[in-house]
């Protein structure tokens, strides 16, 4: 609703916990998915931003879930698109590590995004388990760290009042001040 997303008030939680160097860089684009990050990451403006960052707040992965899953591959497993999807995840996971060795990469669990639907219920235990999966991708890589975003974004108010499906204000708060905790208890 105020155009500032989690970028934009990640710099005032830092500074609210005593970090004041900071400088925030949206990268990300509505509805891009791991092909198209990884097509971003081919633009030298791109590479450099990420080669000077401390940290990288990465979001991905849900619109491929929903490409693959919605989007006409119902011949393929579920399962195995699920897979694909956790090894595109890794693989630009992976491509970050090339451009930057040093940077914390924070990457974001899911949410469902209609949780006043009847439906809500039955995808909670499939919320848990995507992000169980990410944490069990990265568990030995200690620079990756999966936030856990079903707990916050768990009810309709919390829902952007312009499409009622991303994250809203508060919500966007919220995880910008979850992650700024992380950053803030280990900030190596």
């Given at each position: 609703?105020?155009?500032k997303?989690?970028a934009g008030?990640?710099e005032a939680?830092?500074?609210?916990?005593?970090?004041?160097?900071?400088?925030?860089?949206?990268?990300?684009?509505?509805?891009?998915t791991?092909r198209?990050?990884g097509?971003?990451?081919?633009?030298?403006?791109?590479?450099e931003?990420?080669?000077?960052a401390?940290a990288?707040?990465?979001?991905?992965?849900?619109?491929?879930?929903?490409?693959?899953?919605?989007?006409?591959?119902?011949?393929?497993?579920?399962?195995?698109l699920?897979?694909?999807?956790?090894?595109?995840?890794?693989?630009?996971v992976?491509e970050?590590?090339l451009?930057?060795?040093h940077?914390?990469?924070l990457?974001?669990?899911a949410?469902?995004?209609l949780?006043?639907?009847?439906?809500?219920?039955?995808?909670?235990?499939?919320?848990?388990i995507w992000d169980?999966a990410l944490?069990?991708?990265?568990a030995?890589?200690?620079l990756?760290t999966?936030?856990?975003?079903?707990?916050?974004i768990?009810?309709?108010?919390?829902?952007?009042?312009?499409?009622?499906?991303?994250?809203?204000?508060?919500?966007y708060q919220?995880?910008?001040?979850?992650?700024?905790?992380l950053?803030?208890?280990?900030?190596?």
């Amino acid at each position: 609703e105020e155009g500032k997303g989690i970028a934009g008030r990640l710099e005032a939680e830092l500074r609210n916990l005593g970090i004041d160097s900071v400088v925030t860089t949206k990268l990300g684009a509505t509805g891009a998915t791991t092909r198209d990050f990884g097509a971003a990451l081919t633009k030298p403006v791109h590479r450099e931003s990420i080669a000077r960052a401390d940290a990288i707040v990465l979001s991905i992965g849900a619109n491929d879930l929903r490409v693959a899953l919605l989007g006409g591959r119902s011949s393929e497993s579920p399962l195995d698109l699920v897979d694909q999807v956790l090894r595109d995840i890794g693989a630009t996971v992976a491509e970050l590590h090339l451009i930057n060795p040093h940077a914390r990469i924070l990457l974001l669990g899911a949410y469902i995004p209609l949780p006043s639907q009847r439906a809500a219920r039955l995808l909670e235990p499939l919320i848990a388990i995507w992000d169980m999966a990410l944490m069990g991708q990265f568990a030995d890589d200690p620079l990756v760290t999966v936030v856990r975003l079903s707990d916050i974004i768990d009810r309709p108010e919390r829902l952007s009042t312009i499409d009622s499906f991303h994250p809203g204000a508060a919500a966007y708060q919220e995880t910008a001040r979850r992650i700024a905790e992380l950053l803030a208890a280990d900030p190596s």
